[in-house]
């Protein structure tokens, strides 16, 4: 693959003096101590016009920030896995109706538990089973445990981090398999380790590593040479870090290390990427499924992918996740912009971020991508998005 072509930002309508305002935003965060530093990169009509660096790759200021810095992605991998699955629902190996059972029997047979606040006192047996469909759009009860206090959230991994780093793959399956759901399928948006387990179903139908397959069918193909579940040495002085303390709240704050194996390749959040590599990726998304003259997906497919499919029956919490969220319903491993919100946009722009302060959406209505790379994993990460989001949409003038 051949870069990203190139364009002169009033070639596509957008404005040099606008986005000129960027780097002197970012920079003057950088110089107040509240951020280490950022990479950001946007493409209009399929033309790359800002990839920009600003500030330090890590907190000790040694080194500036590399255009192709290496970050910690953490939930931007799940549209990656989503897209692994996609491309075997294109060959007929999985849908969306297809039971979590037929690829994984552990999960079958489910119990939904029983709440009296906190404490589970039973469960009841679910009315179906998780489907691909409830996967891929977080309504198949299995949740994040660092998401709520109560007995069921105590049995599960906190986080696709916390998993893939504690579990292999037999033991989170276990895991899972022992604990209720906290809600019927089908009937509530919760975050959780839905994504995680359609790895593990892709692994199942196949027999490759995650990693493996992203590999051959989706990071070898676009280019995208710096994605992957473990940075190598040669590539570790790209390594970004975040500050030690974060800096409204004076906690401690790291983010994982990359250079160190995963027990599994946790499909909802262990990839290490760079802001040309992840644009590449929406691109290819924004784009139909195709980037330049290859073709990840067919077009319907991502069509698929990018409409809500949060029913008016389901409990839709994604603005409880991320006030930022508000107008957001959820497709296929993305959520869906399907009312207007508080951020610039468009309806049906689509996007999902990372815990650990990376974000990307892609716009169809102004075919327009941005990726920014950043590792603020306290609740700075929502502060930014609001402010990235000014910042790239103001520089739209036609």
Request: hydrophobic share 45%; charged share 20%.
């Amino acid at each position: 693959m051949t870069d990203l072509p190139q364009a002169e930002p009033e070639a596509v309508g957008m404005s040099s003096q606008r986005l000129g305002r960027i780097v002197p935003a970012l920079s003057a965060a950088v110089d107040a101590g509240q951020l280490p530093g950022a990479v950001l990169a946007v493409a209009r009509h399929g033309k790359l016009v800002f990839h920009e660096a600003v500030g330090y790759l890590g907190p000790d200021r040694a080194t500036p920030m590399p255009k192709d810095a290496l970050f910690a992605i953490a939930s931007m991998t799940k549209p990656v896995t989503g897209v692994a699955a996609l491309t075997l629902w294109e060959q007929g190996r999985l849908g969306l109706a297809d039971p979590v059972e037929r690829f994984l029997p552990a999960l079958g047979n489910r119990q939904v538990g029983v709440l009296a606040g906190d404490r589970l006192i039973g469960t009841v047996p679910s009315p179906r089973s998780i489907a691909m469909l409830d996967l891929m759009r977080h309504t198949s009860g299995l949740t994040y445990g660092g998401r709520g206090t109560t007995e069921i959230h105590a049995m599960y991994p906190a986080s696709s981090n916390a998993a893939g780093a504690t579990l292999d793959s037999k033991a989170f399956l276990e895991t899972l398999a022992a604990a209720p759901l906290l809600y019927p399928p089908g009937t509530v948006w919760d975050y959780g380790l839905s994504i995680d387990v359609i790895g593990l179903v892709v692994e199942a139908l196949s027999g490759q590593s995650l990693g493996a397959f992203l590999q051959d069918n989706v990071f070898q193909p676009l280019g995208m040479t710096d994605t992957t579940f473990l940075v190598g040495p040669d590539k570790v002085h790209r390594l970004a870090r975040p500050l030690p303390i974060d800096p409204d709240t004076g906690a401690a704050q790291s983010v994982p290390d990359r250079t160190q194996a995963l027990k599994f390749e946790c499909g909802g959040g262990g990839l290490a990427s760079t802001a040309l590599d992840y644009l590449r990726f929406g691109q290819m998304l924004l784009g139909g499924g195709v980037l330049g003259d290859t073709r990840i997906l067919g077009r319907k497919t991502v069509e698929a992918m990018r409409t809500d499919r949060l029913t008016p029956d389901i409990d839709n919490r994604i603005a409880a996740l991320d006030s930022n969220s508000d107008g957001y319903g959820f497709g296929l491993t993305v959520a869906v912009r399907s009312q207007p919100s508080s951020l610039l946009g468009s309806l049906g722009e689509f996007y999902w971020n990372g815990a650990w302060g990376t974000m990307w959406w892609a716009d169809p209505t102004e075919d327009l991508v941005a990726v920014f790379m950043v590792q603020v994993p306290g609740e700075q990460r929502r502060r930014w998005r609001p402010i990235v989001n000014a910042l790239v949409y103001g520089a739209l003038v036609a």
